[in-house]
């Protein structure tokens, strides 16, 4: 028993390494990021999600953390107008820790749900996505401004990712591993949610005169970007988490 023990915990140590790895290898290069306007959308989310459906918790916790430690680090070596947020352990790591131990969770409750109740709370995410971007677009056009054109056709293309996205969930996924895909969506916006709500807690005003915008609208900024850089790395990551989870299970 001592030693199944021992090379669990072997095993896990060495996933933690690899995958935490692979989610610096993305910081590093450009495709860890997706230029969204001024901000840069991140998949380096994705290892710590598949760590946290595989292994559990603990694993995704500590790949989280790599991941946190890593955006200190790129903070302080590779700065830009706005890397002082992400100096902050309470911005930059504690909700990448969160992004393990809530995507474990999630997958783990889902997986006692059933296959049709998984896919009742699906229908409604997608549902409220698309009813959020089009109200989007509606107040866009209700009270357009030339400044207001770049969200506009951002909130279009948006609308219409999402819903090729639901339509694949009816068409194509209805039988594959929507437990997975609702724990990739949750974790991604654990991410997004938790590291934009500290900085408007601690430093709305101050990130957007960093961006170049009025701090009188620090609220609408950073939901904004919120929105724009949310829902596009969910979709990123719900397709590679399941391929990769998919192709694991697999092989076991």
């Known amino acids: 028993m001592s030693n199944e023990t021992s090379k669990l915990s072997l095993r896990k140590i060495v996933i933690i390494g690899v995958l935490g790895a692979i989610s610096i290898v993305l910081g590093m290069t450009p495709i860890g ?19 946290a459906i595989m292994e559990g918790p603990i694993v995704g916790g500590f790949i989280g953390l790599i991941f946190g430690l890593f955006s200190i680090y790129q903070a302080l070596t590779n700065p830009t107008p706005v890397s002082f947020v992400f100096l902050n352990p ?28 998984t896919l009742g709370l699906l229908y409604l ?24 054109l770049w969200m506009l056709l951002m909130n279009i293309v948006l609308l219409l990712l999402t819903l090729t996205l639901a339509y694949l969930t009816h068409a194509k996924f209805r039988e594959k591993a929507l437990d ?7 974790g991604t916006l654990t991410n997004t949610v938790g590291v934009l709500s500290m900085i408007y807690l601690l430093y709305a005003e101050r990130f957007v005169e960093a961006l170049g915008g009025d701090v009188t609208t620090a609220r609408k900024v950073i ?20 391929s990769v989870v998919g192709a694991l299970k697999n092989r076991r």
Not at 127 to 132: C, E, P, S, V
Not at 223 to 239: D, H, M, R, S, Y
């Open 33 to 51: 990021f997706i230029p969204i306007g001024p901000t840069r959308a991140t998949i380096m989310h994705i290892p710590v999600i598949i760590g």
């Open 180 to 186: 997975v895909i609702i724990s990739s969506a949750v």
């Open 125 to 148: 995410i997608w549902i409220g996505t698309i009813g959020y971007l089009l109200y989007g677009i509606f107040t866009n056009i209700k009270n357009f401004q030339s400044t207001d």
């Open 223 to 242: 939901v904004g970007i919120g929105i724009t850089n949310g829902i596009p790395e969910t979709i990123i990551a719900i397709i590679i988490v399941t």
């Open 90 to 117: 309470l911005v930059s790591v504690i909700p990448r820790i969160l992004i393990g131990i809530v995507s474990y969770y999630v997958y783990n409750t889902l997986k006692n749900l059933g296959k049709r109740g």
